[in-house]
């Protein structure tokens, strides 16, 4: 058994009936323009089933991990979590040019279509921020924060706690 086929098996892809209500329930349709039913949770099932290999292209890296297709199969198939740890393989493996890392630290944030995504729903100037882990983006902040108060000028808490108060 590949390492594919043991994923498919924990993750239960092997109980899939094909009645398609993952497909239906998906918003991926909502968020990208050109959506296949290769990338659709069903279709990449049945691809993994009839090929137990790691797939070579992105069909894995669309998925918006939300769960609802789990929540609405009949089957009891995880497939949110079969993308998760498959694509975790992935990376472990070298294939990285699907995610999108952290340009601090270096670690995975989401699928590089999700980084363009988030670009779009929230403009180019915010990349920066977005290329950033939630913990680098709190020090690159507030580094910026600090550049904001010269001659090492500081915020009195006091005033804040008091008109807190009011
Ligand atoms: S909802 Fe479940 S059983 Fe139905 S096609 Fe999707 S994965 Fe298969
Ligand atoms: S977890 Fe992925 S495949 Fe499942 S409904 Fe959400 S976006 Fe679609």
Redesign the pocket.
Known sequence: MTNIEQLADQYGLF?????????AVCPMGEIYTHVSYEIS??GI?ERILLDPEIPEDDCLWFCLTCNL?TS????G?R?RDFVEVARQWMIKTGITQFGSFCDSCGTYLYPRHTLEYMKQILGENTEELLRLCPRCRRYKIGGKVKTLLPGGQKVSTQQVQMGGDQ
């Open positions: 109980l899939c009936v094909e009645c398609g209500k993952c497909v949770p069903r099932i297709c609405f199969c009949p089957a198939v497939f």
